[in-house]
């Protein structure tokens, strides 16, 4: 069973940063494209980035390309999101989960985004 554990989110004033991590186990990250996701309350959930592995690439929705950089380390079976200049905008639980069809969520991190 694939699972993923989240970590790394917390209270940061607008113009910080914080790295996300997320640990799989039951799979590799070398495999498969891999994303990162996030929620804000009462809204869905929504891509945010993801690392594809055959192409060796990476995307990022709009409103966090510059900011945001996603990346692996695929001897740790981690997957990383670095986050710079944070803002209110960016306040959800983040996940990571398998790209573009997602399984079964972890519980997340969340990063909170105020002054």
């Known amino acids: 069973q694939v699972q993923f554990v989240e970590s790394g989110g917390g209270l940061v004033q607008p113009g910080g940063s914080l790295r996300l991590s997320c640990v799989v186990s039951?799979?590799?990250?070398?495999?498969?494209?891999m994303g990162w996701y996030r929620q804000a309350p009462g809204e869905q959930r929504e891509w945010v980035a993801v690392?594809?592995?055959?192409?060796?690439?990476?995307d990022y929705r709009d409103s966090v390309k510059g900011r945001f950089t996603i990346f692996r380390d695929n001897a740790k079976n981690t997957v990383y999101l670095q986050m710079e200049n944070l803002q209110p905008a960016d306040t959800a639980t983040y996940y990571c989960?398998?790209?573009?069809?997602?399984?079964?969520w972890g519980q997340g991190t969340q990063v909170t985004v105020s002054s």
């Open positions: 039951g799979s590799s990250v070398s495999r498969y494209a």
């Open positions: 690392v594809i592995i055959k192409e060796r690439t990476t």
């Open positions: 989960n398998e790209w573009p069809r997602p399984i079964d």
